[in-house]
């Protein structure tokens, strides 16, 4: 396993995915063929939503927040302090900060964490916004991807540490999870991908039960090739999705922590390379760049990224800091 190619596999499935991030599932099953780089965020049915909060500061190819979290997530685990909320905020600040530096703005996407960046409210306020929801956002597994390397007895301490820093509630703990020991599952235990959902289900029992319950489910689905409308429902709640949860309006899978999961695992099971499982990803439509810069860099990490189109690679944002910063982590992790 080359981390490498993890990492930029999170990045190319982020930054792809953000062209087309919160477009009705049938709109990308009829505009996208994988061939170019889509970018549709100003066609995003925003009804009650400010639309310049997708396409303000936003280019094409650049990563969003999931990728930016996960560096911070790395950056946490290389810097050996003791691992912790305090941690992970510190060093999600620096990246944030990092990209003000750069380009003059802050990068798109964030969530209720750009209220604390940009000083609206508390990391304390949003972790009660967070935990008083009854289905809660999806940051925690869209940044748990480096967890899954951790000795296996550390894995889902840390995960719920990711979690609480931000979503302190028992779904997100469960995704978070998820999305660590999927990682765990198919690149350092290099399992068979079918029984990757019954592998997860175990770790989080007692965790929460409307996920573990949703995983059973999960797991009874037919490929993605014959998928009908009520499997959607399975898979991404009601459609289209109704409020609270986000995008209303839209067919296709919410900014949902346990969802996002359950998706996670899905394409996960049923893809074979790093783009099939974008293409399985994407064609989920709704918030399909979280699980998509998931799913293409554990496959990525499983399968290589050669099999993704070179102008994809090519032009995905920051590749040599990404290069460098997954060397420095590969170290860490051939050192256990």
Aim: glycine share 8%; charged share 25%.
């Amino acid at each position: 396993m080359n981390f490498e190619d993890v990492l930029l596999g999170i990045a190319i499935g982020d930054a792809f995915g953000a062209g087309l991030e919160f477009q009705d599932r049938d709109w990308i099953k009829a505009n996208v063929d994988f061939s170019k780089f889509i970018n549709a965020r100003h066609l995003i049915n925003t009804f009650d939503v400010d639309t310049n909060i997708f396409t303000k500061n936003y280019n094409e190819w650049d990563y969003t927040d999931d990728t930016e979290m996960t560096i911070g997530v790395i950056n946490a685990l290389l810097s050996k302090e003791q691992f912790s909320e305090e941690l992970l905020l510190k060093h999600w600040t620096i990246e944030y900060n990092k990209g003000i530096k750069e380009k003059g703005y802050g990068r798109n996407g964030h969530g209720s964490m750009r209220w604390v960046f940009n000083g609206e409210k508390s990391i304390e306020e949003v972790r009660v916004f967070q935990r008083d929801r009854k289905y809660p956002g999806n940051a925690p597994p869209m940044r748990a991807v480096p967890l899954g390397f951790l000795l296996s007895d550390d894995i889902d301490k840390y995960a719920i540490i990711n979690a609480d820093a931000t979503h302190p509630h028992p779904k997100t703990r469960a995704a978070s999870i998820i999305v660590a020991r999927a990682t765990e599952y198919l690149l350092v235990k290099y399992e068979n991908s079918n029984k990757i959902i019954s592998y997860c289900l175990k770790h989080i029992q007692g965790i929460d039960k409307e996920t573990a319950d949703l995983l059973t489910l999960v797991n009874q689905l037919p490929t993605p090739s014959e998928l009908k409308e009520q499997h959607y429902e399975v898979l991404c709640g009601k459609q289209p999705i109704t409020k609270p949860r986000f995008l209303p309006g839209i067919k296709g899978l919410p900014s949902d922590a346990m969802l996002t999961g359950a998706c996670v695992l899905y394409v996960l099971k049923h893809s074979t390379s790093a783009f099939d499982g974008l293409k399985n990803a994407i064609k989920i439509g709704g918030d399909v760049d979280s699980i998509a810069s998931i799913c293409t860099g554990i496959l990525a990490g499983r399968y290589g990224i050669d099999s993704l189109p070179n102008f994809m690679v090519k032009n995905v944002e920051a590749k040599e800091k990404l290069r460098q910063l997954a060397s420095t982590f590969q170290d860490l992790i051939l050192s256990h």
